[in-house]
């Protein structure tokens, strides 16, 4: 069954729900991709740390957050242009897109890619892209149901020391 949540615009004081967001989706969604003694060993309060240089007001970025009865069960983050040099300007990324586990398939991710393509449009944008690691197949369905194909494009990103992580792109022409 598909929860009732509100989709609005993040702001430094949503760090906390953001952080737990993402401490908890990487613990479960990458269970079998990454070693378990680094999932484990992540906290909600070194994410908090992680976030305090971020510029919440950045012109380029974006972020949403899904909440439930006031509760943050969600977090997209959409970052105009794409990192990716290649690509010219009216390109968007999708830097990261989260769910509680306890919530997944109440429709939040759903949303919240709704909320971040839409926004792109609004921006003028053209296609958007996204990075996800290729061994979550989980991940990469979803994404697909999102409208969204592999595009070919593969790399090496280096979360963990000594443990490249193959990751592909996808994108969606709008």
């Not at 061994?135 to 994404?143: E, L, P, R, S, V």
């Amino acid at each position: 069954m598909k929860e009732a949540s509100t989709i609005r615009v993040a702001t430094r004081s949503d760090a906390e729900g953001i952080a737990r967001t993402r401490v908890e989706g990487w613990q479960s969604a990458y269970r079998g991709i990454m070693p378990d003694a680094f999932l484990d060993s992540m906290s909600v309060a070194a994410d908090l740390e992680r976030m305090a240089s971020w510029a919440w007001d950045e012109g380029g970025t974006s972020q949403w957050v899904s909440e439930v009865d006031g509760e943050i069960v969600g977090w997209a983050c959409m970052i105009i242009p794409a990192r990716d040099e290649s690509l010219g300007d009216d390109v968007a990324e999708i830097a990261a897109c989260y769910v509680r586990p306890t919530v997944w398939g109440g429709g939040h991710g759903h949303r919240l890619m709704t909320e971040a393509l839409d926004a792109a449009r609004k921006h003028g944008v053209t296609e958007v892209i996204l990075w996800v690691l290729e061994d979550n197949a989980q991940a990469q369905h979803f994404y697909t149901r999102q409208g969204f194909e592999h595009d070919g494009a593969r790399k090496l990103e280096d979360h963990l020391p000594q443990m490249p992580l193959a990751v592909v792109r996808m994108r969606q022409l709008l």
